[in-house]
Every structure is written in C-alpha cells, then in structure tokens.
C-alpha cells in the first residue's frame, strides 16, 4: 500500500513536471519560489517537507529513493539521544527534534519513535559525560546519573565491569530509520510536493562546484529551480570535490545484529535500554525489536568506501571484535548467533559537525549533509531549520558553515 502511493506519486510528480517552472497553479498570483532538493535521505525528505510547508514550490530527487540501501538513512533502526558532550549545539537540536517526531507521529498515525530509554556507560574521568549534563538540564531532556551498583541493579545482564556511573535517559531511545525516511517523502507528496526518482548528473562539461544554470538528470531531463538544496548524504564528497572534497570522507560502517537466546527476552526492548558505552573506543547497541536480533556496532570510523560502487560485506575481523565485546559486557548472549548484518557509511567531516551552507560559487546553491555518524535524529529539527534558512535567505550558525574548516580542521566527537 505503502509502495503503491510512492508508485502513483511518481507518475503524479511527471505530470506536474510538465506544468512548467513558475506555475503558481492559480493565474494572477505571484509564481511560488521553486526549490530543488536533491537526495531524499533524513536531511533532504525532511528539508523538503518544510521548504514545502514554508510556501515553496518544491522538486524532491533521488538516484535511488528515500532509505534505499546505499543511503546513509538506510537500515532498521537509529539512536536518538541528547548526550553530546560540553560546548555543542546538538543536545538542544535533539531536544527539537524529539518534540517534532513525536508530533509528526501523531500527525501521521504512525510510530517511528521508540522511547526505550537510552544507558550511556562512562568512566570516572568521562569529561563528555559531564559535561553533557547542564545541557541535558537546559534542554528538558529527563536524565538520570546512575552509579555503578544501581546500574548492575536495574540491568543485571549488563557487566558494567569498568563503567564507573552512567546517564540514563529515559524518554530517548531509536527511531525506525528506512520507515520514516519513506513516510516523510509520502507526506511531502500528499502536502502538495513533487518527488523524481532520477539522479543529478554533473552539468554536461562542469563539475557542480563551478558555475551552472541548469541541471542534467539521469532520465534525459533537465531542471532548473530558483534555488538548489544538495543533501546527497556521503555523495557530497565526490559531487562537491572542490567544496566538500578536502573536509569529507565516506568510512565503511558495519552493523551486527546477534539472535538472543530462544525464550529469554532480557536483551529486548523493555528489558534493556539502547545503550553506548564510551569506555576505550565507542560501543553502541539496539535491544532486540521487531524480532530482528539484538544490534551492535563500533562507532571507530572504517575504510573508505565508495557510496555507490562498494560492496557491502562486513569484515570478519570486525565481527571477532564485536563478538568479544558482545561476550564480555553482555555475557548471556555468549556465543550468540550473528543472524543479519549490513554494511552503511558516514559522510563524516573532518570536525563530525554538520555542513549547512551555501556554496561559495553559487549563493543559490545549499549545502546540507556531514551527519558524521549522528544525523538521523536529527532530521526534522534540520530540516524546519534549513528550510527557515534558505526561504529567509539567512546565514547558517557557524558551527555548520564551511569557513570553519579554515580554522579548525579537526575537532569534536559526537557519534551517534
Ligand atoms: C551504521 C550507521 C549508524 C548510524 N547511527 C546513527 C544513530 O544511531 N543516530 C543518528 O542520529 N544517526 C546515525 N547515523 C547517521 C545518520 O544515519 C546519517 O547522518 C543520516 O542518515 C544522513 O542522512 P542524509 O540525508 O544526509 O544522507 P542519505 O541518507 O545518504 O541521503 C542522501 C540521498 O541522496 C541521494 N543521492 C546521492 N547522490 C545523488 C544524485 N547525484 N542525484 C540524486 N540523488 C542522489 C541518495 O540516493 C540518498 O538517498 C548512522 C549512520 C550509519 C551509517
């Protein structure tokens, strides 16, 4: 059914496409601003569906469609937390975006949002940890510090052998990834948005960073919009070589998901919270849901690896890793069975901040991407954020400018 109103949309969307540019529908009125968004991942659906809402005619692309499975929205599930260390605007982005997928799934009769709390294991020193919390206060995100011993207490599965204390917040939790990223481009359609399943070609003898008017799609069509929103995930890299390129890399991210014991649900939502643990290198993890095992992954950033042509295989070694983590800090699930795997990217910058800016050759040209690992939650606060932005003709804040990377090449940590 789903597919269905995704299918009939796109047949709907070429025959608009035919409407012309300016049509304002209505003779007489103003021609509505036409803005392009290209790739409908969490930071495009969501940008369109606001630039849409903010009055603007507006064309959604995809070489693939929304959460397909090269995207970095791809997959079952994302964490959505507001721990993210001192001196950041992420926790009250994320507070945002809370409040925002809660009423989207009111709106929508749908659940994306899983409050199933989230456990972030520290050590003693844990100077991120601390100084997550005055945020966590200012935001109006409900946390609790936790000791060692109350911890065991609560989750007795959990080894919290070397965890020192913990934050648990128990209004946060995961969000269906793949799901929603479809469900926010079939309501940008039903609120009146036109949505292409083609890819943005370079303009013919240009990169897209020089100088261009119209652009060249996959299908033999051009378009030409008022105003260009680029959220092509970690594409951006290679369409923005020169921009983008130097502060930017794609790394080969593998996700694990272990079958908990037959009859045994201490490992599933409702029994344990997602959790993370900061200890030597970043651990995080989905209890089981929807019956597709129980998640864990290594936030350490991977190989290169090539958005469209890479293979996506795991690497055993990576598999050994997590399996003695997985033996070590969740013991009932000794020697689980791995039963599902993927393989993801990050479009990391070299800081993990966002990038939201115009491109310096184009001013009609936006630049949104770089989640670096953490960005899926943040989708609808980013995309009313951007929107605002580009229909206000604003500047960024400049945490997410590009003359960041002159001054400061690397930095923050921020992963999931
Ligand atoms: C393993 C893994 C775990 C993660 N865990 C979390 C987490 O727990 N919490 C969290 O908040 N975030 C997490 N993230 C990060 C988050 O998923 C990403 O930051 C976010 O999904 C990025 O969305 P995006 O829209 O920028 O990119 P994408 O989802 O990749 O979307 C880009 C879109 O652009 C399209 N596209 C590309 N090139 C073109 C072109 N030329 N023409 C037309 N379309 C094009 C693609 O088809 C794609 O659909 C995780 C990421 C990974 C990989």
Wanted: positive net charge; glycine residues 10%; hydrophobic residues 35%.
């Amino acid at each position: 059914m789903r597919r269905l109103r995704l299918e009939m949309a796109r047949t709907h969307t070429k025959r608009s496409a035919l409407n012309g540019r300016h049509s304002s529908g209505r003779s007489g009125k103003k021609p509505r601003r036409h803005i392009a968004v290209i790739g409908a991942g969490a930071f495009g659906g969501w940008t369109a569906l606001y630039l849409q809402r903010r009055g603007a005619r507006v064309t959604l692309l995809d070489a693939w469609g929304p959460g397909n499975s090269r995207a970095s929205s791809g997959g079952e599930t994302r964490v959505i937390r507001g721990v993210y260390g001192p001196d950041q605007p992420y926790t009250a982005l994320a507070a945002r975006a809370m409040q925002l997928w809660r009423e989207h799934q009111k709106r929508w009769r749908r659940k994306f949002f899983f409050p199933a709390g989230v456990l972030w294991m520290a050590d003693s020193a844990a100077e991120f940890e601390r100084g997550s919390l005055p945020l966590l206060k200012e935001a109006g995100i409900p946390f609790e510090e936790l000791t060692a011993s109350q911890m065991t207490r609560r989750w007795p599965q959990i080894n919290f052998e070397r965890s020192a204390w913990g934050i648990f917040e128990p209004q946060s939790g995961y969000l269906l990834a793949r799901a929603s990223a479809r469900a926010v481009v079939e309501h940008f359609l039903a609120e009146g948005g036109d949505y292409r399943q083609a890819a943005v070609m370079s303009p013919a003898g240009a990169a897209l960073d020089s100088e261009w008017r119209t652009l060249k799609l996959s299908d033999g069509s051009s378009l030409a919009a008022d105003s260009y929103v680029f959220a092509c995930g970690p594409w951006l890299g290679t369409l923005f070589p020169r921009t983008i390129g130097p502060h930017f890399a794609s790394t080969k991210q593998d996700v694990f998901f272990f079958g908990t014991p037959p009859s045994d649900s201490r490992y599933n939502e409702g029994s344990i919270p997602v959790w993370a643990d900061h200890r030597d290198h970043f651990m995080y993890g989905i209890p089981g849901n929807e019956a597709r095992g129980f998640k864990i992954a290594d936030d350490t950033r991977g190989p290169a690896f090539d958005p469209t042509s890479g293979e996506r295989v795991i690497s055993h070694r990576r598999l050994a890793e997590v399996r003695r983590y997985l033996d070590y800090r969740f013991p009932g699930m000794k020697n689980a069975p791995l039963v599902e795997s993927r393989v993801c990217q990050y479009e990391d910058t070299t800081d993990h901040n966002f990038i939201i800016d115009r491109h310096p050759a184009q001013a009609s040209l936006w630049i949104v991407g770089g989640g670096s690992g953490h960005g899926f939650k943040h989708g609808p606060a980013l995309g009313e954020m951007v929107a605002n932005l580009v229909i206000r003709d604003e500047m960024s804040p400049a945490n997410f400018r590009l003359s960041r990377f002159k001054r400061r090449p690397t930095g923050g940590k921020y992963a999931k």
